[in-house]
């Protein structure tokens, strides 16, 4: 079956402008991911969703992150008046379901491509 | 807070050699460990997760929880075991560490 899709692959803008990041999850996943790689490092957590809502977005760095998932499926990260350091692999994950909590059994995390954001 | 550490960033070994990723965490609850794999121009993909206690393409891994340690092995190394490796801990989301490049060599 289709695994988790992103979309663009890759991105190129100008500091400053405005970039919307889509994520396509595994059809029935209701828990969905969203990490950032800088290059050298391994994929840190932004935020994620249970269903329409998004349960933990401890990871954002700043108000100019902001990410949806209206009808509990696709989700769009938005960056606004992005940076230089804004330049990373943006990966989205999507699970059966999440447990958070104070349980420890989680859901498999079934990683997408990738979206390569360059601000320039 | 959650953190893992893989001392390693590059790991080369000959093909038929044992291999050993090392993975050290730290964490205040019961922690559920796995390692994921990126193989080149593929996307990141699970290896293996503590509490299933599966062998995958011959790797295995071990808590312990003495030594917070999660350490990923395999007796022969294999050429197309060649990739990323990252040990990542999960309370919901995941934490990853920094990764380590595995190169078998023929």
């Known amino acids: 079956g289709a695994g988790v899709s992103q979309t663009p692959s890759n991105k190129v803008t100008e500091k400053g402008k405005y970039v919307e990041l889509r994520c396509d999850p595994i059809s029935g996943h209701t828990a969905l991911y969203w990490y950032r790689q800088s290059l050298g490092q391994g994929p840190e957590f932004l935020i994620y969703?249970?269903?329409?809502?998004?349960?933990?977005d401890s990871g954002l760095p700043n108000d100019r992150f902001f990410a949806v998932r209206p009808e509990g499926s696709v989700s769009t990260l938005k960056i606004q008046r992005t940076e230089r350091g804004d330049s990373a692999v943006y990966l989205c994950a999507s699970s059966l379901r999440s447990s958070g909590g104070t349980t420890s059994s989680t859901d498999t995390q079934y990683f997408g491509p990738g979206t390569r954001l360059t601000v320039l | 807070a959650q953190r893992v550490t893989q001392p390693e960033k590059l790991l080369s070994v000959f093909k038929g050699a044992p291999v050993e990723l090392k993975c050290n965490y730290s964490?205040?609850?019961?922690?559920?460990l796995f390692w994921y794999v990126q193989y080149s121009r593929q996307r990141l993909q699970l290896l293996l997760r503590?509490?299933s206690r599966e062998s995958i393409k011959g790797f295995t891994a071990d808590l312990n929880k003495g030594e917070t340690s999660f350490h990923l092995k395999k007796p022969f190394a294999q050429e197309e075991d060649s990739a990323m490796y990252y040990c990542a801990l999960s309370y919901g989301k995941l934490t990853f560490g920094q990764g380590t490049i595995l190169t078998v060599h023929p």
């Open positions: 969703f249970q269903g329409t809502g998004a349960a933990d």
């Open positions: 503590h509490i």
């Open positions: 964490y205040s609850g019961s922690p559920e």
